[in-house]
């Protein structure tokens, strides 16, 4: 059986992207802190409770450099990769230190953030790591099908739930 190492995360940003370029290479290297929030319904109040929880994101090369030129703090963004660790040694005292973090293999950016956008572009673009920034595709397919169905515009929702008189829980926050 083989292994598989595949992370999706969607979060909003909690700080600008620390953009760095080596200087033997020219190669850059991004570092972002992506705020992933889980909703949890309290028992004893009835009330959902937001967990958060930080992930570390790093993206290296050109896949780095559009981050930088894309994304902001407070922008909300879609990162597929693969989970990684890093392993020291702590100086003072000598314990041995670890900590996972994510390395991005494509972004796709959904808005949001403190950067006004920058011409056409303004959320949905996806980018992936070695291949050439693409628009989001899929967003694309998805307006041809509405022309050939007739923008058709009214669809069902099979989580709709109808209202049979019982009492529901407390609503649910938003972006959950």
């Known amino acids: 059986m083989s292994n ?3 992370v999706v995360i969607t979060g909003n940003m909690g700080d600008d992207v620390d953009y760095r370029v080596f200087p033997q290479t020219g190669n850059g290297v991004a570092e ?6 889980k909703h ?3 028992q004893q109040t009835g009330q959902f409770d937001t967990y958060t929880a930080w992930v570390t994101v790093k993206m290296f090369g050109k896949l780095a450099e559009r981050a930088n030129e894309k994304l902001s703090k407070g922008a909300k963004v879609t990162v597929t990769g693969e989970l990684a660790e890093d392993n020291w040694e702590d100086q003072p005292t000598g314990q041995k230190r670890s900590k996972l973090y994510v390395v ?3 972004f796709e950016y959904l808005g949001g953030g403190t950067r006004a956008p920058q011409g056409d572009d303004q959320g ?9 920034s693409r628009q989001n595709q899929g ?11 007739g923008n058709n ?4 929702n099979p989580r709709q739930q109808t209202n049979t008189g019982a009492t529901r829980p407390a609503a649910r926050p938003a972006g959950y």
């Open 4 to 6: 598989t190492n595949v």
């Open 40 to 42: 949890r319904l309290n």
């Open 124 to 132: 949905g673009s996806n980018y992936q790591g070695n291949s050439q």
């Open 104 to 106: 991005g293999n494509s």
């Open 153 to 156: 515009t009214r669809q069902s």
């Open 139 to 149: 967003g694309q397919r998805s307006r041809q099908g509405q022309q050939r169905r």
């Open 32 to 37: 972002l802190r992506v705020a992933v929030n």
